[in-house]
């Protein structure tokens, strides 16, 4: 397993990868792995001939008021974990490879970067498909492997991938969970004991309104209520809860099959997000 931190070099492995005729993979992430990295990558694995695996804390995805500086880190684990899997290059750039002095250009999937999570993180998907646009431009995957947790995430990445007519497949990952049922994040070792508990409740409020679903429930407003209820009385602040078409992001009417929950809280400091299908 190779690690490379320029740019330069990296295309240069990629090109004679290329020359060899070898399907390339990709899973792009922000580091301090997790199973939920971990299935990604063995999907990719799967699929192709030379696995990438980007680590990357992507500083233009964050707010100014969020948490870049303090987001976990531990190459040295990730490195160990990545080696077991088989992943034959990890890019690891720093800042300034990826965004060098007078850095200007980026690109946006307008109007969805600013719904669900773009609305309380309006520069966040701009960041993300800049950076995964210059991955996809460096290391030239002919498929990229994305989770469902970031399920907005992936929609916009799709999206873009489409209209700007680039030449990889995505493919997505189904959400690792705890054993409680929380998805698992980097950013749950931010929780306090008492938060990691309660933070819990938020995949039991999305499988309850998924159970009400089954039983008859087609209104979006009631499915809200109640999701919003057993979430404040773990002490959970909504940021929001959300029922939306699973390929447009638009809001539905009636909940029916495709429809996508979706729900971001805070727990103390901690925004946390989730997300089911019906
Ligand atoms: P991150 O390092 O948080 O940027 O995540 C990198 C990739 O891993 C993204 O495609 C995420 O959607 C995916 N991912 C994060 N958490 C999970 C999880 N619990 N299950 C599946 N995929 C995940």
């Known amino acids: 397993m190779q690690l490379v931190r320029s740019v330069s070099q990296a295309k240069k492995i990629i090109a004679s990868i290329k020359k060899r005729g070898m ?3 990709l899973v792009p992430t922000m580091g301090y792995l997790h199973e939920g990295h971990l299935s990604l990558v063995r999907i990719a694995r799967k699929k192709c001939d030379f696995l990438v695996v980007s680590v990357f804390v992507n500083p233009t995805q964050f707010g100014p008021e969020e948490d870049f500086r303090k987001y976990p880190r531990d190459l040295k684990r990730d490195l160990r974990l990545l080696k077991l899997e088989g992943v034959d290059l990890v890019f690891y750039p720093s800042v300034s ?11 946006e999937v307008v109007e969805w970067s600013r719904l669900l999570c773009g609305a309380s ?3 966040h998907f701009r960041g993300v498909t800049t950076v995964v646009l210059k991955f996809f431009n460096i290391v030239q995957p002919d498929i990229a492997v994305f989770g469902s947790k970031d399920f907005q995430q992936a929609v916009i990445i799709k999206k873009m991938v489409k209209e700007l007519n680039l030449n990889v497949r995505i493919v997505t990952g189904r959400i690792v969970r705890e054993s409680d049922g929380l998805a698992m994040s980097s950013r749950n070792k931010y929780l306090s004991e008492k938060e ?10 999305l499988k309850s309104v998924k159970r009400a679903y089954k039983k008859g429930l087609r209104k979006p407003r009631p499915a809200v209520e109640m999701m919003a209820k057993m979430i404040e009385q773990k002490g959970g602040g909504i940021d929001y809860i959300q029922t939306v078409d699973k390929d447009t992001l ?5 909940l029916k099959k495709g429809t996508l929950i979706a729900v971001a809280v805070f727990f103390g400091r901690t925004r946390l997000i989730d997300n089911i299908l019906l």
Request: charged share 30%.
């Open 23 to 25: 399907k390339i993979g």
């Open 97 to 107: 490879q990826m965004y060098p002095d007078g850095f200007r250009t980026y690109v």
């Open 121 to 123: 993180r309006p520069i």
């Open 196 to 205: 990691r508990k309660n933070a819990a409740v938020l995949y039991q409020s």
């Open 250 to 254: 638009e809001p539905v009417k009636k």
